[in-house]
Structures are given as structure tokens and as C-alpha cells.
């Protein structure tokens, strides 16, 4: 397989690993040789609310891994700039290490989730033009909801910043609606971040069903996490639905 070379130096196959930098609710992070990079590993757990609900899911790692990789590919070609370098193992990324901006960019599409009980809507309306909404990353709050005048105020990002994200993160959401769409898949919302490198701003973070909502075109299916939220069904078996739409057969999923 062409990650064989990176396998022996530490993809989890007893051979010693780089030094762990965090671990997340459903991602590693490892330092590498060069500290300007580290490497991002997918694990099988999957987490809701706050990690109050968990469960280990099989081949979600490497499902999520794959869909990240591809959907970076194509924010990058839409000219957003990200921390991707290279798909290192089947569960592996190899990213730029950045400083993660602790706020949490969402833009919406369609009425779902908070936004609809924040304000009393029915969930599946379309929204005239895409909702751009800020929340503050503290697991201790429950991501709180922030506006712009208080996360300046407080020096979560700067001016340029919260510009800069803004329109990165509407152009991210756009590329993506029409991937998904060309796959009979719509996108409803998803959840960015941002890192900041030498002075730059990077997309960060992953792009995968767990922070986004997307719903099969036609039975309004959702394709994403909320299926593991709400136990609609098995979600190992409905994100490889999903990745075989994005990257083919069903073995695409790490191939092994
Ligand atoms: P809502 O605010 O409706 O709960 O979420 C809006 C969108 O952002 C959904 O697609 C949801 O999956 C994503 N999202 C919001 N907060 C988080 C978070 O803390 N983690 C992840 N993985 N996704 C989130």
C-alpha cells in the first residue's frame, strides 16, 4: 500500500509514536520530526453532547480520515488555504500545526439543530442566504454562542480575523454544498475552525459527518452524526454509505 514506508516509523503497529500533543473526543494529535507539522490521528470513538453520550464505532477513523482528506482536497481547490499535507496511513493526516482560534464558525443553510430551537423553527426550511454563527469553544460552557462585539472584545481573534474566517468559511460551505449536491446529498450546516500559523490563518480541524449535518436528497436521511445523537440507526454503517458515495465502493474506507 503507498503509506507502507510511514507504517514502520509509528501508524500504531507497536512501533514507537512521536510524542502525543492531545487528545480529543475523537482525534489524536501527534507531534512529527518537524515541529511545524503534526500528525492528526481519527480514532473510532464517537462522542455527543458534550461527551456525556459515547461509543466506540466501527471504521469510523478511518471513514472520517478519508472524507476529511477529500473534502480538504476540495476546499483547497476553491482556493481556501488548510492545514492538510499529505493522507499519511488510512486513519493518519499529516497537517500544518497551528494554534486553533477558540471560537467555532457555523454556517447554516437550512433550519436544523440549535438554530431551530434557539428560535422556534421548524427543522428542513431553507434559509434566503447562509447564516454565519460564532460559538465559543469551552467544553466547561457547552460552546456557548458568542457575537462578534464580545468575541472581539474579549480577543478571541482579531478584526481581520473574524473577517477572514467569515468569508473562508462561506466559500469552504459553498464548495461543499456542491460537492454533496453532486452526490444527491444536501449539506444543512457544518461547523469550521480555524488555526493560526506564522501570521496566516489555516482551515483546520476536520471536515467529516461529526461536525456537519447532511441529508440524503429526496427521504431527508440524515447522513451524518445526529444519526448517533438520536439513535436513528447504526452509524458505522451509515457513514460508509457515505463514503461510498463521496469515494466509491465500500472497501475505499482504508482498503484493508
Ligand atoms: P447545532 O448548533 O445546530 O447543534 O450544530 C450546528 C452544526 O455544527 C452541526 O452540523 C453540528 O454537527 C456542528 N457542531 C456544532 N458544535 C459542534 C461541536 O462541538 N462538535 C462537532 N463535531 N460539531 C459541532
Redesign the pocket.
Same mark, same amino acid.
Given at each position: 500500500m503507498w503509506w507502507t514506508g510511514y507504517a514502520a516509523r509509528g501508524s500504531g503497529d507497536g512501533m514507537e509514536l512521536n510524542e502525543l500533543l492531545y487528545t480529543g473526543k475523537s482525534k489524536q494529535i501527534f507531534a512529527t520530526e518537524d515541529p511545524a507539522r503534526v500528525l492528526v490521528r481519527f480514532t473510532d470513538e464517537a462522542t455527543a453532547f458534550n461527551a456525556r453520550k459515547r461509543a466506540k464505532v466501527a471504521d469510523k477513523g478511518r471513514i472520517n480520515c478519508a472524507i476529511s482528506a477529500r473534502l480538504f482536497e476540495e476546499v483547497g481547490r476553491a482556493g481556501v488555504r488548510h492545514h492538510l499535507v499529505r493522507q499519511l496511513s488510512p486513519t493518519d493526516l499529516l497537517c500544518e500545526r497551528v494554534e486553533i482560534v477558540p471560537v467555532?464558525v457555523?454556517v447554516?443553510s437550512v433550519v436544523?439543530?440549535?438554530?431551530a430551537r434557539r428560535y422556534g423553527l421548524t427543522e428542513g426550511t431553507r434559509l434566503p442566504r447562509p447564516v454565519v454563527e460564532w460559538?465559543y469553544k469551552s467544553d466547561a460552557l457547552d %460552546?456557548p454562542l458568542i457575537g462578534d462585539d464580545a468575541l472581539l472584545a474579549l480577543g478571541f481573534a482579531e478584526p481581520w480575523e473574524l473577517a477572514f474566517m467569515t468569508q473562508a468559511a462561506l466559500t469552504t460551505h459553498r464548495a461543499l454544498e456542491q460537492l454533496w449536491d453532486r452526490l444527491g446529498v444536501d449539506l444543512i450546516?457544518?461547523?469550521y475552525e480555524f488555526g493560526r500559523q506564522e501570521g496566516r490563518l489555516l482551515l483546520a480541524d476536520e471536515l467529516t459527518p %461529526?461536525?456537519?449535518?447532511l441529508w440524503e436528497q429526496g427521504s431527508g436521511r440524515p447522513l451524518?452524526?445526529d444519526v448517533f445523537r438520536k439513535d436513528l440507526a447504526d452509524l458505522s454503517e451509515t457513514y460508509r454509505q457515505l463514503h461510498a458515495r463521496l469515494l466509491g465502493g465500500p472497501q475505499a474506507a482504508g482498503g484493508a
Open positions: 467555532e457555523v447554516r436544523a439543530g440549535s438554530f460559538f %460552546d450546516d457544518a461547523k %461529526d461536525g456537519s449535518r451524518d452524526k
